[in-house]
């Protein structure tokens, strides 16, 4: 899908991309990270991260100009998009893998539309060892502490959608964060990441 006929984009091309580039640089590691540890290790054949990773910046590039920040933060509305690349992506690999077919494809025509600057941002996020070790380290915490993180840390939900999800009060789920922010606060990537 094309953006051209857009006014935001048509006729403030550079400043929306740069504002993009921007929020985007900010956003990327935890978009990232989230990936990282969604695609686990026996689906690594058949999806790549940094691929998904990409999708998820061609498509908010795409869409940046239904971004409204009165209706919340960019780290949200980006982290929208990329459940849903991820399960996008995540139902054409069980298609495929019940088929015999491959693996999803990226979007290349968008990839296409995608500032060169805002790709090497995604491709510098992707091998950043600081954030391999972050992923590493996410992955050893047990299932609840790893979702928790997930979802507030990198997320940004709310403790109350937490609380739900896990089936435990807002403030179980509030002092179940302080804690877990105090035992991972020597982490530098952490303190990055974790909003």
Not at 104 to 112: E, F, V
Not at 171 to 193: C, G, H, M, N, Y
């Amino acid at each position: 899908m094309q953006r051209s006929s857009s006014p935001d984009f048509a006729d403030g091309a550079a400043p929306a991309a740069a504002r993009f580039e921007e929020l985007w640089s900010e956003a990327a590691p935890a978009v990232c990270a989230w990936l990282e540890i969604h695609v686990r290790e026996a689906l690594r054949a058949h999806l790549d991260p940094e691929d998904a990773l990409q999708e998820v910046a061609c498509r908010a590039f795409d869409s940046f100009e239904r971004f409204d920040p009165a209706a919340g933060p960019f780290r949200a509305w980006v982290f929208g998009i990329a459940r849903n690349v991820l399960y996008r992506a995540l139902t054409q690999v069980g298609r495929g893998l019940a088929s015999g077919g491959g693996a999803p494809r990226l979007d290349t025509l968008a990839l296409g539309r995608l500032p060169d600057t805002t790709t090497s941002i995604t491709r510098r996020v992707a091998r950043d060892e600081s954030l391999a070790r972050f992923v590493a380290e996410v992955r050893a915490l047990d299932d609840d502490d790893r979702k928790l993180l997930l979802r507030r840390g990198l997320e940004g939900r709310s403790h109350d959608e937490i609380a739900s999800e896990l089936g435990i009060s807002p403030d179980a789920a509030i002092k179940r964060w302080t804690r877990l922010r105090e035992r991972l606060a020597s982490a530098p990537r952490f303190v990055q990441l974790a909003s």
